[in-house]
């Protein structure tokens, strides 16, 4: 395996350990599992490891242009939503400590970018395994690309389906016009849709005019994201049951797992057929 590969897998060796250690403490109700060391890493990790998948995998540019439209496309409309109340259904505030950009929390901003890269990934996964190339000029397949903004769009809206009600729980953030969806306005789903669509078609349309062969030397890489979401999915799971939000729970499992489930599946069939 190179040695981009191994840094790569080794990065998301250290989230799994901490990933899996904020889990326990879920589970067990360790106090103080997201405090100090653990807590930073579990926040910092995941950024540092979609910084060096992204600009290995599609070049140092192209890496940082996905990256930053995710983060500027997500900054902007949590800027409206804030002073306005629109784009996500209703009225909010954040109640996230650290620093911010104009209301607007700066770990919030990092999120969006690294949420948009995850649904980016699993999108392109689906391809991937099956040996098809991404959209390009070249090979005059531009017909995909809805079909792929599409996809984006659902991979990241189910991940927010599930976080959204456990935050406002814990306390990360309110809805002063509460929604039907576990108090969560339906609009704001359409708002992260939007989010996600614009930044993914900006750039898919990018990659189009001007494909990369980025990242063809790491054939296992393509499969850390989806374990990352499957990650993601697991203590999203595991705090909401701890919650008693057993629907949650439910809804969070066939919005999220089919996503992992089904990538998986065809990574271990194009396994199959090349052994």
Known sequence: MPVKGKILW??????LVLAL????????NWENHRSGFWGFSLLLLPGVAVFFHSVWTLSFLKGLLLLFSGSLTGFIFERLGL?????????YVYNLQGAKFFEVPLAVVFYWAIFIYAG?????SFLFWQQKRKPGRKQGNACLLPFLVL???????????FMDPLQVQAGSWAWLDKGVYFGVPAGN???WFLVVVISTGFFRTYEYFYPSSAG???PTVPLIPVLAYGLLYLSFLVSALRSGMTKLALVGSLTMLPVVTASLFLFLRSKLIRD
């Open 10 to 15: 080794g990065l998301f060796g250290l989230i």
């Open 21 to 28: 250690v904020d889990i326990g403490g879920e589970v067990w």
């Open 83 to 91: 002073k306005y109340g629109m784009i996500f259904g209703g009225r």
């Open 120 to 124: 980016y990934c699993l999108t392109n």
């Open 151 to 161: 996809t984006d769009g659902l991979a990241v809206v189910a991940i927010d389906l």
């Open 189 to 191: 789903f359409f708002g």
């Open 216 to 218: 063809n030397e790491l």
